[in-house]
């Protein structure tokens, strides 16, 4: 597997197994970056936007994509999504869905929010280390992310 150097990640996961046995992978991956993990939509916010954020105000932690779980205390990944896609700052940073959920409506509100993809957790601890390996070697590895637009966004405010 490829080396994947200097990409933030945001792992918003309130499963201290879950958020454990990904970092274990990312561990794996050698990522060689700051994994930051929020146990709650409002942290999760709160890490992108800070505390005070005005819409105009240049934002300093903006990571290369965000895995996001549905079910969080505090503040559900619905109301996350929508707020990340809703600020010109944040918009075009990757969101991947990553919960227990395999339920339709779930999928859909979430695509309908923007997400760019969905992922069910799987049970089992293996296939779940599979799953996050290949999620992170595509959306950290592979994808062209869209940095310079959000860096033209923050250059503009």
């Known amino acids: 597997m490829t080396e994947i150097r200097n990409y933030g990640v945001l792992l918003v996961e309130d499963d201290s197994i879950d958020a454990e046995l990904a970092l274990k992978v990312f561990k794996k991956l050698r990522i060689e970056t700051r994994v930051t993990v929020a146990s709650d939509g409002l942290e999760a916010l709160i890490h992108i936007f800070g505390i005070s954020s005005t819409p105009t105000q240049k934002l300093e932690h903006l990571p290369k994509v965000i895995f996001l779980d549905l079910k969080l205390p ?45 992922v069910i957790k799987p049970v089992d601890a293996e296939r779940y280390e599979q799953v996050i390996a290949a999620i992170v070697e595509y959306w950290v590895n592979i994808n062209e992310s869209r940095e310079h637009e959000i860096h033209d966004v923050l250059a503009t405010n």
Not at 78 to 90: C, M, N, Q, T, Y
Not at 96 to 106: C, F, H, K, M, Q
């Open 74 to 118: 505090r503040m559900d990944g619905f109301e996350v999504l929508r707020r990340l896609k809703a600020d010109d700052r944040s918009k075009t940073i990757p969101v991947v869905i990553l919960t227990s959920s395999g339920e339709e409506r779930d999928i859909r509100r979430a695509y309908e929010l923007q997400a760019n993809g969905y």
